[in-house]
Nanobody, 126 residues
């Protein structure tokens, strides 16, 4: 699966952005998908995941109620709607596809994702 993330940018605190991950290659609808982020000087961290059929989602606690992950299997795309953005959300955001086809459980572990996009930068100004 080849992935490309875009939609990042500069936004003020409280603003919104919508990230898109466009997929090509193998059957997108067979893979759980995730969003991760990496802030300057910090390790990459899990943000959200969505099941291959789109029926299950999983978020890190700090983004619950503010971020929404979704996917459109017909168009090979995944999205991350980010509302009420905070300066601590500033990071490079990466989309990723699970290494296992139709894994039963959603995973927050980066090691379980075998395909990665190039990242899109999100900057939230205070």
């Amino acid at each position: 699966v080849q992935l490309q993330a875009f939609g990042g940018g500069l936004v003020q605190t409280g603003g919104s952005l919508r990230l898109t991950c466009a997929a090509s290659g193998q059957t997108f609808s067979n893979y759980n998908m995730g969003w991760f982020r990496q802030a300057p000087g910090k390790e990459r961290e899990f943000v959200a995941a969505i099941g291959w059929a789109g029926s299950g989602t999983y978020y890190r606690d700090s983004v619950k109620g503010r971020f929404t992950i979704s996917r459109d299997n017909a168009n090979n795309a995944m999205y991350l709607q980010m509302n009420s953005l905070k300066p601590e959300d500033t990071a490079v955001y990466y989309c990723a596809a699970d290494v296992i086809v139709r894994r039963f459980a959603l995973s927050p572990q980066a090691a379980n994702y075998g395909y990665w996009g190039q990242g899109t930068e999100v900057t939230v100004s205070s």
